[in-house]
């Protein structure tokens, strides 16, 4: 059954080998996309395309072969600038969001930030968005200070703009939705206020830019970052956007082969954006790969996809209200929130819920979801999490109720 | 799935449904805390020594199933044990949930019954916590104890 | 005709989709294996059947599928520790050769150099090899000294020696293969100077660890760093090997998930090794494509890798020999070299002899060679570099010989 | 493979081989140096200007076919142009090789033959590095004539 009528996760589940019903095992109930998403074919098979058919390094050769690698790889760049609306000279490939947000500690804070410098997080940050900057911090001397959340999962947008008006903020890094809450943030409205004050704006997008429409151009941010494998893509490639004309202020941060314009035994000159930023063999299979799964995304229709969502999040609220005592984190309005339906229920233990729905093959994560300091505030110690995709639909969440009740029989029994 | 069963036996929900040693000692020789990294689950351990001797033990905290039947199983074995036979029965268990040997219930008791976890690494950690706990305050009360000296 | 008894590239050539011969196209000749390799079947099936069968995120999930990939993750770590034989605690995965060598630039360096500190390179180091540590010290206020080469392109020992005991030497970095020389460096010899002066080593195994036997235990580096790309694997992976002790007292790099063992709002503690050096979710498909990779090395035996691309290079010596004007850089003696063959010609600019041979489908590079230092050294701008592997043959350097007796025909009609 | 041949066309060798305004000029209005990061060939560029005329110019460095063929042609093109019209010409040249427009003859002469150059995007900077080195030393030449007033 079709939630919206754009979206039809059994005929997209088609595309999606690993979630085909194969013998007589059940199907996988596959709700942990906020991990991980699964891959369709057509990504596979551009990159498998890629090695067998033009694989060569990029960049330098002039053989055909390294030609045509460098083509594909360059306009895998130009499909993921394209799903974001960016510029192509900020698009840059990482090797995941981790790396993105570090690229910009590191380049950006280990140089600019001084002692008593405020960098501003949030209570809801994935650990990427708050290691990073508490290492940076302790390098530079500047310190972390951490926005908070209201009981309902929100950030207290007053206290952002007080802090902005009385501290030495020079940077504010925000998750735009966040993957233990599910609370979408109004990234646009934070920059405009950081903005005020001259502090420079880091979106972490892994959670927004595989689920809905995400527009660099409209964020207002100077940097978004995101993930590759969270929106149908492989594994060992993110992206980090900047603000191309912020970027070219900024020194490199890795060193090496490709980044380089001139190399000199008494220094160096570097390459024009984005390769500036790309150092050493870029992750070019994997740019294929996703460049293809931005392509895909982009012919769904990133507002179909958030719609389709905004349905399954609805259905799933009324389904899991059925079961006693199950408790959802974050917001309760689905229309404030993405994909990821943080909960918990008192009888049971996050990690023994997981294991147990896993016995009808429901695959749901539980643990602190990289997220301890948002656990804290909480007052708990782990939630279980499902978090459903554009293959996902109300049967799955139908299995998953069904397999909660049937974990919890099995332990009282 | 029987490899599941095999993972919740009737022992260990036994164990988790109504944990034997519950509770903080009041001035005990060791006090001693461990997490676990994975889903933050934080555990208390307890401990009386006398003469060398473990003559009373109590856990309490936040855990799923298996580390709560885990810090059950556990105080029940080492009661009445010296602390190197105390030793000895933490590094055979971890040795058990890395599948280097296998589970001797003389030194286990029903904690045996754990032997099933190690099919699931990522639980490994539960069933560990309250001994990687005890053998953290047993290691720090034997220096302290030779400082001492 | 195989060069040796161990290896016969027409029969391993099979296990190489891209190099079979499709059609009534000429097949491909492909010498450019130093700047990537091919990769063969069983990696690119390990890597599909890892994304149809198992794919999740690793380390956190208590589902089945989860668990799945974290074994097979892990299991690819302990096939590449155990190719190099390295502890597998030490054995880190990062994302190309680049980002192992910055890690320990930045993790290391940034908070261990002190203004004044010298750091070693060489004058044939890759651009790798050279950059993070230019980056570093203009950060800290270090120094990088280039140790020269003698004009047959080997290291001056005296000099390194003498450089050690007279200047404040904190790091000394160095390729153990030259890409562009194809100069075997003792470095062995080099690492025990340096520790008695307690500098400690890095070594680039980017062109050693694909191609012969090496062994992180017998090097006596305190780091080794290599890339998947150049050893038959996928993009997007790389490893940083370093001895566990050491890696211990640093403190971590990327900071973000994975890496952590506690978060917390006023700091964080890290996991433990190898884990606290990668942050973020891992290139786990690529690992996994990766251990395949060095299976098949050692299944082969990188003995066997050596002997034949030594006999590949005296063919190519005596083969190339013909060829009028031609000039070989580096050393003469295939003993003291690895596969990597620089040539010029005096009448052809380096780009057309690599344009022009790409006219009978052989690969090879033309440039720099991400050693511009050396190309300072040695004279000139960029040099033609043919470089051969496990899959090529003697019909390989001979077609290449015969398509540069074209190119001058062509550009002399 | 007929791609080639096109990318190395008889004008293109000719200029190659026989390149038009070799040398360095004494005394030049504008000197510039440019090279190509890819394989870090170098050029030098000197030029004459008269009543805002390019009126001599020449070239010289180490270069691939395409560089030195390119530097010949575009040598041969702009003598004679106002400044204003070599920078037009400079701009249609880049455009033509990032295919944007095709090439126009009035505005190229024999650079014209470079235009199959656009399908080997890595040869694109060695048609380009000569335009480029031109353009650098034009505009700094213009700023320095409007400071100068
Ligand atoms: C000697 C050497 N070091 C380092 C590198 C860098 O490898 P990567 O680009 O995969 O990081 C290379 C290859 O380009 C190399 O040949
Ligand atoms: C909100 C958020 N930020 C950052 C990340 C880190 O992404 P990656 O592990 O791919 O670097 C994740 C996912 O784990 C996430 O959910």
């Known amino acids: 059954m079709a939630l919206t009528a754009d979206i039809d996760p059994r005929v997209l589940r088609l595309d999606f080998p690993i979630l085909a019903r194969v013998g007589d095992r059940p199907p996988l109930v596959y709700l942990d996309s906020a991990a991980t998403s699964q891959k369709p074919t057509a990504v596979l098979d551009a990159m498998d395309r890629y090695y067998v058919e033009t694989n060569a390094n990029v960049h330098r050769g002039v053989y055909q072969l390294a030609e045509e690698a460098t083509a594909r790889f360059e306009a895998a760049r130009d499909s993921v600038a394209r799903l974001v609306d960016a510029p192509r000279e900020g698009t840059i490939f990482t090797k995941n969001a981790t790396e993105a947000i570090n690229l910009v500690a590191w380049a950006w804070g280990v140089r600019n930030l001084a002692p008593g410098d405020v960098i501003m997080v949030t209570e809801m940050e994935h650990h990427s968005g708050i290691v990073p900057w508490q290492i940076v911090?302790?390098?530079?001397?500047?310190?972390?200070?951490?926005?908070?959340?209201?009981?309902?999962?929100?950030?207290?947008?007053?206290?952002?703009?007080?802090?902005?008006?009385?501290?030495?903020?020079?940077?504010?890094?925000?998750?735009?939705?966040?993957?233990?809450?599910?609370?979408?943030?109004?990234?646009?409205?934070?920059?405009?206020?950081?903005?005020?004050?001259?502090?420079?704006?880091?979106?972490?997008?892994?959670?927004?830019?595989?689920?809905?429409?995400?527009?660099?151009?409209?964020?207002?941010?100077?940097?978004?970052?995101?993930?590759?494998?969270?929106?149908?893509?492989?594994?060992?490639?993110?992206?980090?956007?900047?603000?191309?004309?912020?970027?070219?202020?900024?020194?490199?941060?890795?060193?090496?082969?490709?980044?380089?314009?001139?190399?000199?035994?008494?220094?160096?000159?570097?390459?024009?954006?984005?390769?500036?930023?790309?150092?050493?063999?870029?992750?070019?299979?994997?740019?294929?790969?996703?460049?293809?799964?931005?392509?895909?995304?982009?012919?769904?229709?990133?507002?179909?996809?958030?719609?389709?969502?905004?349905?399954?999040?609805?259905?799933?609220?009324?389904?899991?209200?059925?079961?006693?005592?199950?408790?959802?984190?974050?917001?309760?309005?689905?229309?404030?929130?993405?994909?990821?339906?943080?909960?918990?229920?008192?009888?049971?233990?996050?990690?023994?819920?997981?294991?147990?729905?896993?016995?009808?093959?429901?695959?749901?994560?539980?643990?602190?979801?990289?997220?301890?300091?948002?656990?804290?505030?909480?007052?708990?110690?782990?939630?279980?999490?499902?978090?459903?995709?554009?293959?996902?639909?109300?049967?799955?969440?139908?299995?998953?109720?069904?397999?909660?009740?049937?974990?919890?029989?099995?332990?009282g029994s | 799935m029987a490899g599941l069963d095999d993972l919740y036996q009737q022992l260990i929900l036994d164990h988790y449904r109504r944990p034997r040693h519950c509770g903080v000692l009041d001035h005990p020789t060791i006090a001693v805390d461990q997490h676990n990294p994975l889903c933050g689950d934080e555990l208390h351990v307890t401990l009386r020594i006398d003469d060398d001797r473990v003559t009373e033990v109590a856990h309490t905290g936040d855990g799923c199933s298996i580390s709560q039947a885990s810090a059950s199983m556990m105080s029940d074995a080492i009661v009445g044990h010296t602390t190197d036979e105390v030793l000895a029965m933490i590094e055979h268990f971890r040795r058990v949930m890395h599948r280097e040997v296998a589970a001797d219930e003389d030194q286990l008791g029903d904690a045996i019954a754990l032997e099933g976890v190690a099919k699931y690494p990522v639980r490994i950690k539960c069933a560990l916590l309250s001994w990687m706990a005890l053998k953290d305050g047993l290691l720090t009360h034997m220096v302290n104890q030779q400082e001492g000296r």
């Not at chain 1, 903020?169 to 646009?188: F, K």
């Not at chain 1, 993110?238 to 191309?244: A, E, S």
């Not at chain 1, 005592?325 to 049971?348: E, M, T």
Request: charge should be negative.
């Open chain 1, 137 to 411: 911090a302790e390098i530079t001397g500047a310190r972390v200070v951490f926005a908070p959340i209201t009981s309902d999962g929100e950030l207290e947008l007053d206290w952002i703009t007080h802090t902005l008006r009385t501290e030495p903020v020079r940077m504010v890094s925000v998750v735009h939705v966040s993957n233990a809450l599910g609370t979408i943030n109004p990234v646009a409205e934070i920059a405009r206020r950081a903005h005020e004050y001259d502090a420079l704006v880091l979106v972490d997008g892994s959670q927004s830019v595989p689920h809905m429409p995400v527009r660099f151009s409209e964020l207002g941010a100077d940097f978004l970052a995101f993930t590759g494998h969270k929106m149908l893509g492989p594994t060992g490639i993110g992206v980090l956007v900047g603000r191309p004309e912020i970027l070219d202020g900024m020194s490199p941060f890795l060193g090496g082969g490709e980044m380089i314009s001139d190399v000199r035994t008494d220094g160096s000159d570097w390459a024009e954006l984005p390769w500036k930023f790309e150092a050493g063999t870029p992750p070019i299979a994997e740019a294929v790969g996703l460049g293809v799964a931005a392509d895909y995304l982009r012919d769904i229709g990133l507002g179909a996809v958030r719609a389709h969502e905004r349905a399954l999040v609805s259905y799933a609220f009324g389904a899991l209200a059925e079961i006693d005592g199950l408790r959802i984190y974050g917001p309760q309005d689905p229309d404030r929130r993405g994909a990821p339906i943080s909960f918990s229920l008192p009888d049971l233990h996050p990690h023994d819920i997981a294991q147990l729905v896993d016995r009808e093959r429901v695959c749901i994560r539980a643990g602190h979801h990289c997220a301890k300091p948002l656990m804290r505030t909480l007052g708990v110690s782990a939630t279980a999490r499902a978090s459903g995709y554009i293959y996902n639909d109300a049967s799955d969440i139908d299995a998953l109720v069904h397999a909660l009740h049937a974990a919890r029989s099995f332990m």
